[in-house]
């Protein structure tokens, strides 16, 4: 038996205001410096609400009031921008070889991004949750000693992340079955806020559309580069995570069946040739011998240094690695179209020498001409994009509409 039921509920009419306000919220975001009538007149609000809504907004400091101006016909108003200084949104990532942290007040300026070395191929999930956990405990000392409120905490890892938060598997890091946003739940106890945690490529995307070159784009991927290689999908100006959040796993998409193996378990697999301790056991075959790389930094140093000099052996390596981004990259061009691939971590450190190649490659596999106009760039964001991102995502339920609690 279906019912229906039509009648407005108590939560339904606190829903609307909910909407509105993520809309007054939206608007001065991206129309600031404007003005109550202005909101009114672009969101089609009456006036009322919108006053009622933006003195709410005023007294929790998430928009503020900056004078008035005279350079408009009719009476001077009083204009409105985004506030948010008492809040503050954190982002972890965990990295092939570092921890990253990075707060973001509500108006998307970084308070702080702070980096820690950590081995996390090599050490056990419990000992990557103490490190982040006494990372992210420091962050928010900081930015609550700065008289702000923890808005929200969320944590990129390179692999795949159920809707739990939990990761059923990241094969860079040797992790299976890991409650991570529970476990960080337990050891961080009370905080007041959401834990959360999401696959590094989706959080890197959420950064691209809020900080990027392509801030403006709604079908975009950012393939993150690092222990791992994922893609973080933007269609029609959503996140595309599948029915249960796996989507976006082109590391894990066979290339090559006689290709080598891959920390999945598999052959021939995208990240197999292009992950970043790939591309250092392809280029510099003296790193490992003396036990697993667990700095990566002065390895991807030292092939910058014989790139730049031209060494013959480490430019071919390159360009045959970029080869195999382009094939990757070439398949999401045929299945999706995107306005533009941008590629992080090491493959945005070495884009000199390995997009040429790539976007030969991209050219030639993808059926659309020019590749369906679909540019392949190295982000513009720094090695904290997913970091980044993970504020970025802490935000969006301010940017929702609901209030903080505090
Ligand atoms: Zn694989």
């Known amino acids: 038996?279906?019912?229906?039921?039509?009648?407005?509920?108590?939560?339904?009419?606190?829903?609307?205001?909910?909407?509105?306000?993520?809309?007054?919220?939206?608007?001065?975001?991206?129309?600031?410096?404007?003005?109550?009538?202005?909101?009114?007149?672009a969101t089609g609000l009456n006036k009322a609400t919108v006053s009622s809504l933006v003195t709410e907004l005023l007294d929790r400091r998430l928009v503020r009031e900056t004078g008035l101006t005279g350079n408009r016909v009719g009476r001077p108003a009083t204009m409105l921008v985004l506030d948010g200084a008492p809040y503050a949104a954190l982002g972890l990532q965990v990295g092939a070889d570092d921890l990253v942290v990075v707060a973001v007040d509500l108006g998307g300026n970084r308070l702080l991004t702070w980096r820690r070395a950590f081995p996390a191929p090599t050490a056990s999930p419990a000992e990557t949750v103490r490190a982040l956990v006494t990372l992210a405990r420091r962050a928010i000392g900081r930015v609550t000693g700065q008289g702000r409120t923890v808005l929200g905490l969320t944590v990129g890892v390179p692999g795949l992340v159920d809707t739990a938060g939990g990761v059923p598997l990241a094969s860079g890091l040797g992790?299976?079955?890991?409650p991570l946003a529970a476990d960080l739940r337990a050891a961080l106890r009370e905080t007041g806020f959401t834990v959360a945690v999401d696959t590094d490529a989706n959080l890197a995307v959420l950064a691209e559309q809020r900080h990027g070159g392509y801030a403006a784009a709604t079908d975009l991927v950012h393939l993150t580069g690092g222990i791992s290689v994922g893609a973080g999908v933007l269609a029609g100006g959503r996140l595309l995570?599948?029915?249960?959040?796996?989507?976006?796993?082109?590391?894990?998409?066979?290339?090559?069946?006689?290709?080598?193996?891959?920390?999945?378990?598999?052959?021939?697999?995208?990240?197999?040739?292009?992950?970043?301790?790939?591309?250092?056991?392809?280029?510099?075959?003296?790193?490992?011998?003396?036990?697993?790389?667990?700095?990566?930094?002065?390895?991807?140093?030292?092939?910058?240094?014989?790139?730049?000099?031209?060494?013959?052996?480490?430019?071919?390596?390159?360009?045959?690695?970029?080869?195999?981004?382009?094939?990757?990259?070439?398949?999401?061009?045929?299945?999706?179209?995107?306005?533009?691939?941008?590629?992080?971590?090491?493959?945005?450190?070495?884009?000199?020498?390995?997009?040429?190649?790539?976007?030969?490659?991209?050219?030639?596999?993808?059926?659309?001409?020019?590749?369906?106009?679909?540019?392949?760039?190295?982000?513009?964001?720094?090695?904290?994009?997913?970091?980044?991102?993970?504020?970025?995502?802490?935000?969006?339920?301010?940017?929702?509409?609901?209030l903080p609690t505090a």
């Open 241 to 402: 995570r599948g029915g249960r959040g796996h989507a976006g796993e082109l590391g894990h998409l066979c290339l090559d069946p006689a290709g080598p193996p891959c920390p999945c378990g598999r052959r021939g697999c995208l990240a197999a040739s292009t992950a970043l301790p790939a591309v250092v056991d392809r280029l510099l075959p003296d790193a490992g011998r003396d036990g697993p790389v667990t700095d990566y930094l002065p390895e991807l140093d030292r092939i910058v240094a014989s790139a730049r000099q031209g060494d013959p052996a480490v430019l071919a390596g390159l360009a045959e690695i970029g080869r195999h981004l382009g094939h990757g990259a070439s398949i999401l061009a045929n299945l999706l179209n995107p306005e533009a691939i941008v590629v992080g971590g090491h493959f945005a450190t070495l884009a000199p020498w390995l997009l040429p190649a790539a976007r030969i490659e991209l050219a030639a596999r993808t059926l659309a001409p020019q590749a369906g106009g679909c540019r392949l760039e190295a982000s513009t964001l720094d090695s904290a994009a997913a970091a980044l991102g993970g504020a970025a995502a802490a935000l969006a339920t301010i940017e929702a509409g609901r």
């Open 175 to 178: 992790w299976r079955d890991v």
């Open 1 to 41: 038996m279906i019912s229906i039921h039509n009648e407005p509920q108590p939560t339904d009419l606190g829903d609307v205001r909910v909407a509105n306000r993520a809309v007054v919220l939206r608007h001065v975001r991206l129309h600031a410096p404007c003005s109550r009538a202005d909101i009114a007149a």
